[in-house]
Every structure is written in C-alpha cells, then in structure tokens.
C-alpha cells in the first residue's frame, strides 16, 4: 500500500481507566421493596455530533434499554468523542473497562484484518444485504474471535449510515479526476487503500478535524455520507458532492466483553434486542432522508454530481482487494450469502 500521509489528531485528553471505572462500576439500588440490587451503567461513545440521526438512534436505544430493565441497565451516550479518540476508547474496553464505541469493520480490521472487507469498497449495496451478514457462519467466526482473544463483544452491526460519497472542491466523476488529491480518511487500512485504488492520496485524520483541514487546504477532501456534510457544515468549505457509492457504511456498536459478561442474562439479551432494532429503524430513517438533505445541500451552494461512472470505480476498486488480500474473503461471503459476484461481470 502507498505510503499514507497523517496529521495528528486530538489528543485523547485525561482519560484514565481508574476514574472510568470509578464512574461506572456497578452500584446497588434500591427498588419500591427496598431490595437493594445492582445497576449498571455502560458509558457509549461516538464522534459524530449530538444533531446526527445516529445520535438520536443511540438515545432511543438507551431509553429502551433503561425501560425494559427497570432503571437496572443505564447507557449514558457521548457524542462528539467527547470520551476521546474511537481507537483509544475501543484498547479501553478491551481492557474490561464498563464502555461502548460506534466503529466500523475497517478499524476491527486491525484485530482480525479480513473483517475490514465489510467495509470495502462496493462490497455490498443494501441494508437488506447487511441484515443477511449476521447469520453467516464466517461472521459468527469473527465475532467469536474477537470476544475469545481481544475482548470485544460485538452488540449489533444493524447500522448502516448510507453510501460514502466524495466531498471535494472538484467534480468527480471517475478516478482519473482523484489523481493528486490529498483525501481524509479514518486510520484503518481498507480506507487509505480505497483512495490510492482511486488515485488518490489518503490523509488519516479525525472527523472532527475535517472541517479545519479543508479550511486549511490540509485536504482536498473526505468521503463522508449526506448526513456528515450537513451536520459538520462542510458545504462551507466543499463545493461538489460526487456520488460514486464507494463504501456503504456499516457500523458495528461494540462494548467490552467482561463488562459484557458481568450483566444478567435478560440484561444481555435486551442490549442486543433494543440495539439491532434501533439500528434497523435509525439505518432505513437515513435511507429515506438523503434526497431532503440533497435538496437543503444544493439551497446551500452544493453541486450534486450524480453523473458518476459508477463502474469505473468499481473497477479501480478491485486493486484494494488484491492488495489487502481480501478477494477470496469477498468472494467466500458472497457465495454464504448467495449473492452475485458484481466483480466479475
């Protein structure tokens, strides 16, 4: 892979696991009957901002999940990174410590590197594909792994934020016109290498920092879904959103497994229940905003480029399979799944 470019990002910030631990550890309540019994508190992470669709799916989740266990289960949301870095909170939950983080395969690809393939390029194209991922036995594998010798338990991955698009400050509508571009992307490896399959040059740096780097012509841009680019306001700093359906965004909402494994049985069961549920309802709720966000994007300034040679990239895209070694992984899911291999068309 191409050497990748980095700009540091926010430092995580006074984060000890001590104090963590202090604030979260299991406490006993009180019920009507004065029987005192343990209540829990799970501390949830994620960096996008507190207006973000998916913030308000993690709300309604958490709201769930205290109904149903009475109070007994509390999650306690933090957007915006406000616990800090993705990377540094998901080695902190692998420690034991009682916290949550919304990631994606591409960063668990650093533990087990064929799941980044969930999050390469053209890999699926639907919610409906990524709901049949959760029965496939080489998922069920995967998550197995990472619980037996990392220590992430995978709560749900029913989050799917739409189809990355290209934020620039030039049309794009193949990947002849990526050459030379210095792109922003997460610090995983099928990220940095789907922009060099592009042509392009991949610049790790952090979501919060994107706005600021193409400010600062540290960037040319991102690729980032409809909702980001409102959110973030980066229609201030871009002036094309390209359509060329990259990546669809699947999110996978993990917490850690001792903590996990410290809950009830019933506690267990309604995590994973009200979060595959709110995933569903928050994925198909951003499905069905995006040409209200187009329109309120274009009223901003905003040119759409929906005139993308789609297949052209899907073409360059192979070259990040071959050199990741992700093709027969691709194809193995593909065939568990019973789907057309589009790549071989």
């Avoid at 029987?35 to 501390?43: D, N």
């Avoid at 709560?155 to 934020?161: A, E, G, P, R």
């Avoid at 940095?192 to 400010?215: D, K, N, R, W």
């Avoid at 980066?234 to 990546?247: C, D, G, K, N, P």
């Amino acid at each position: 892979m191409e050497k990748v470019r980095k700009i540091p990002g926010i430092l995580l910030g006074v984060l000890s696991i001590s104090l963590i631990v202090a604030a979260c550890a299991s406490a006993p309540i009180t019920t009507k009957q004065d029987t005192p019994r343990v209540k829990y508190v799970l501390k949830f992470n994620h960096v996008l901002t507190e207006s973000e669709t998916f913030h308000k799916g993690f709300m309604k989740w958490a709201q769930r999940v205290g109904e149903r266990t009475n109070g007994g289960l509390e999650i306690q949301v933090f957007h915006s990174a406000q616990l800090g870095l993705e990377e540094n909170i998901i080695e902190l939950l692998r420690q034991g410590v009682p916290i949550g983080q919304n990631t994606d395969s591409a960063r668990l690809g650093i533990y087990i590197p064929e799941i980044a393939v969930m999050n390469a390029p053209y890999f699926l194209d639907s919610i409906d594909d990524v709901a049949k991922l959760k029965e496939l036995p080489t998922v069920k594998q995967w998550e197995k792994e990472l619980e037996d010798n990392y220590g992430i338990k995978i709560v749900s991955f029913n989050w799917v934020q739409g189809s990355r698009q290209m934020v620039t400050n030039r049309p794009i509508r193949n990947p002849g016109d990526m050459q030379g571009l210095r792109i922003r992307v997460p610090g995983a490896p099928v990220w940095q290498q789907t922009m060099c399959s592009f042509g392009a040059e991949p610049v790790v740096l952090p979501f919060g920092e994107v706005y600021i780097g193409m400010e600062q012509k540290e960037v040319d841009g991102a690729d980032l879904v409809y909702r980001n680019v409102t959110d973030a306001k980066l229609f201030e700093v871009a002036r094309y959103m390209s359509e060329t359906r990259h990546i669809l965004l699947i999110n996978f909402e993990v917490v850690s497994k001792q903590f996990f494994d410290s809950l009830p049985p019933e506690y267990q069961q309604i995590l994973i229940e009200e979060c595959d549920k709110a995933g569903v309802e928050t994925s198909r709720e951003m499905e069905k905003e995006v040409e209200q966000l187009k329109k309120d994007l274009t009223q901003k300034g905003m040119i759409i480029v929906e005139d993308v040679n789609v297949a052209d990239f899907r073409r360059a895209s192979e070259a990040t399979y071959e050199v990741l070694k992700l093709t027969n992984i691709r194809d193995k899911l593909y065939e568990e799944m019973g789907k057309r291999n589009e790549f071989y068309d």
